[in-house]
């Protein structure tokens, strides 16, 4: 498989998707202010970023909805109440988790939603219910695409079943994710190019969805665009669960597309990113997360030790290893 | 080229090359206490890493000793102070500029020094004199490496003389240096093969010094491992000039070949690393040092303005631009 793109030239399929309220909603329960979230909006339509992630379509009766901002569930209101009708360039999507989102009832036709794309996240075991909702969300007109999380726990097998499935169903775009920050550019070059096998066979485009355990969620993807992935997730300062993601000021300062502007970007970090830093909250690469990334292991207990200031990193080693090996 | 290596195997042939005191002694004008540099000998030792380099060997007549702690001088008895005879598998070297080091009078001979590599630091343009002191430290009985910085800004042209006369000289080891840390992994890639096919030719190693400016040191590391480059440069926590440097223990965590622990370090980063920090000393990723490594340019601005606290990126960006472009 050739590489595609070099340094002097830009590819046209590459496409910028902002995640910022999705997976940095998941540092604050998602409760940002209005002003921010349409300074983040005016930021991605100035940018040339092509998609912006809302949130969540989380199920109301799973979830309290005074426990979290309104990102978590997305209603239909809340995004128009941001974008109008959306007269932009820039596309919005939101995230659906299978078996946490009620879609038969959430969902409504996207002849009435300002949504373009439904984003369903999906463990790979749960991949009939994501196929489901694939079918349901491309029924009621949308753009769809499936997010299989935590592929570097799976076998080759399921992986290739998986895709198999996906290039069955009218699922548009198929991402590559690395839930838990460990895998490496020769790893993500491998997977990538597994997936775009059979994106070529059935037509499908491929995305990446990258953490920054081990700062590698940049590196990652670009190694992946180079290998010919064109859906590129990155959120402002990187913000996002744990390590966090791409930083969008890091992607927009390698793509050579001269639609894209890293300075509107380079704004809303200092005016609208730093203030969140500033209250406490707390995303980013640390040591924890290098070793829960170095470890494949999911995140959660290196979340709680940066929480918790707990700075025995050579313990924390020690005890993830002996609890999950 | 074929790619060397995989994950499930190693190279015995990698050398990971400790720079915590003269990279990160940049951030700190080499004042490290003596406890400090004790800990970290031991620690290297511990971590099974093969070269630690203690410092500069700066030129008392251009530098105030007053000015600087003595690891930008390392005197053969500084370094003794703490090694012994060094009877270890691990190695000594220090770093000497071109144009800053008064060799002939500071460089003893290899059988009166504990030092087993003199790593000789030059532009490219100074190339004549770099090979001067090559040849002086070969004839004194030393293993030598040439750094050549700044090559982001180098010609291909100049890149491959500056090879040639390296691949006729005595020298050991040939570095690649990424010292705007501007490069991307595929340029890395591409500049890590032309170094392997004059180190092929005459039978050389390359190494690999990366700066994170965009969150690429160790991504850049690794990569240039893939391709065949043996020797590794980095440092506790990353701790260099402005962003810093490939963390030690992120490499560790890569590296397959038994003999390197990453514990040790995970020891020394918890309880020396840490209070540097709270001491209030600054390196590491921040948002200014991305800009100069996207626009390819000397940091000195971005370290100034992290100094300063200086939070305009957009004003930043646009200066930094202004001047340089």
Same mark, same amino acid.
């Given at each position: 498989m050739e590489r595609k793109g070099d340094l002097m030239s830009f590819r046209p399929d590459i496409k910028v998707v902002d995640a910022t309220i999705r997976d940095g909603g998941l540092v604050n329960n998602?409760?940002?202010?209005?002003?921010?979230?349409?300074? #983040?909006? /005016?930021?991605?339509?100035?940018?040339?970023?092509?998609?912006?992630? $809302?949130?969540? %379509?989380?199920? %109301?009766?799973?979830?309290?909805?005074?426990? $979290?901002? %309104?990102? /978590?569930?997305?209603?239909?209101?809340?995004?128009?109440?941001?974008?109008?009708?959306?007269?932009?360039? #820039?596309?919005?999507?939101?995230?659906?988790?299978?078996?946490?989102?009620?879609?038969?009832?959430?969902?409504?036709? %996207? /002849?009435?939603?300002?949504?373009? #794309?439904?984003?369903?996240?999906?463990?790979?075991?749960?991949?009939?219910?994501?196929?489901?909702?694939?079918?349901y969300c491309h029924e009621m007109g949308y753009e769809t695409s499936c997010n299989i999380m935590a592929v570097s726990t799976a076998t080759e097998k399921n992986i290739n079943q998986a895709l198999e499935l996906l290039g069955q169903s009218p699922v548009d775009i198929i991402y590559l994710v690395d839930s838990y920050g460990s895998l490496y550019p020769e790893q993500i070059n491998e997977l990538s190019k597994v997936y775009l096998e059979k994106a070529y066979k059935y037509g499908k485009k491929i995305g990446i969805h990258a953490h920054n355990n081990q700062q590698l969620a940049f590196a990652n993807t670009i190694e992946a665009a180079s290998t010919g992935v064109s859906y590129l997730d990155a959120t402002m300062m990187g913000m996002g669960r744990g390590a966090g993601n791409c930083p969008m000021e890091a992607i927009l300062g390698f793509l050579k597309n001269p639609k894209f502007k890293i300075l509107p970007?380079? /704004?809303?970090?200092?005016n609208r990113m730093l203030p969140l830093k500033e209250q406490g909250l707390k995303w980013g690469y640390d040591i924890p997360y290098l070793v829960t990334g170095i470890l494949n292991v999911h995140p959660r207990t290196a979340i709680a030790a940066v929480k918790d200031n707990d700075k025995d990193y050579a313990g924390f080693y020690t005890a993830t290893w002996d609890r999950e090996a």
């Open positions: 998602f409760f940002f202010d209005d002003e921010f979230i349409k300074e #983040l909006y /005016k930021t991605n339509v100035n940018a040339g970023v092509d998609y912006m992630e $809302f949130g969540y %379509k989380a199920s %109301k009766d799973m979830f309290d909805v005074n426990e $979290f901002g %309104k990102w /978590k569930f997305c209603d239909e209101e809340s995004i128009r109440d941001i974008v109008g009708e959306n007269n932009t360039d #820039l596309k919005i999507c939101v995230m659906a988790d299978v078996g946490r989102t009620d879609f038969k009832r959430d969902i409504p036709p %996207k /002849k009435d939603s300002v949504v373009d #794309l439904i984003r369903i996240a999906t463990y790979i075991h749960q991949m009939p219910a994501a196929i489901e909702m694939i079918e970007v380079l /704004k809303f970090v200092q």
